[in-house]
C-alpha cells in the first residue's frame, strides 16, 4: 500500500515539477508506465537513501537486461589502432600519451578542418560592426558593445 501511495506521489511531483511533461500521454498510458514501474522495481524506495527498490531487494526483481557490447575482434582491433597510433597511456602520474611523449615515433594526427579565411575575416568584421569582443585596456574587462555602447548600434 505504501509503495502505490509512493509511486503515485511521485508521478504527480514529477508532473507538477515538469509542467507538460505529460502532454500527449493518455492516462492509460500512464498507469501502464506505473505498473511497468512497479514490477521492475524501477521505484525509489526512500526519499532518504535515493535508492531504487530494484536496488535495494535485487532479488525480488527480475535482472535487467545487459546491451550486448563490442565482440572480443573489435576490442582487439581497437586496441591494434591504439598501439600503432600511440593513444596508450605512457605513465599513470603524468597522464600522457605514448604519443605525446614521442611524437616522432608515431604519425601525425590530422587535423580538423577548422573555418575558412574569409568565414574568419567576415566573423571579424561582423564583431568589430556589433562590438563583441573584449577590451581589456580600459579598467575592467568587458566588451566592447558594453564600455562604448553609443558606438555600437544594433540592428
Do not use: W
Not at 605512457?90 to 579565411?117: F, H, I, S, V
Amino acid at each position: 500500500m505504501k509503495t502505490k501511495f509512493t509511486a503515485i506521489a511521485l508521478i504527480i511531483a514529477s508532473g507538477l515539477i515538469a509542467g507538460t511533461s505529460f502532454a500527449g500521454v493518455s492516462r492509460e498510458q500512464v498507469k501502464a508506465e506505473l505498473a511497468q514501474a512497479v514490477r521492475s522495481g524501477d521505484m525509489l524506495a526512500d526519499g532518504e537513501t535515493g535508492l531504487k527498490l530494484n536496488e535495494l531487494y535485487p532479488d525480488r526483481y527480475p535482472a535487467k537486461q545487459v546491451q550486448a557490447g563490442l565482440t572480443r575482434e573489435q576490442v582487439k582491433a581497437e586496441l591494434a589502432q591504439a598501439i600503432r597510433s600511440g593513444d596508450m597511456l605512457a605513465d599513470g602520474e603524468t597522464g600522457l600519451k605514448l604519443n605525446e611523449l614521442y611524437p616522432d615515433r608515431y604519425p601525425a594526427k590530422q587535423m580538423q578542418a577548422g573555418l575558412t579565411r574569409v568565414q574568419v575575416k567576415a566573423e571579424l568584421a561582423e564583431a568589430l560592426r556589433t562590438g563583441d569582443f573584449i577590451v581589456t585596456d580600459e579598467g575592467p574587462t568587458a566588451k566592447c558593445n558594453e564600455l562604448h555602447p553609443y558606438m555600437h548600434r544594433s540592428i
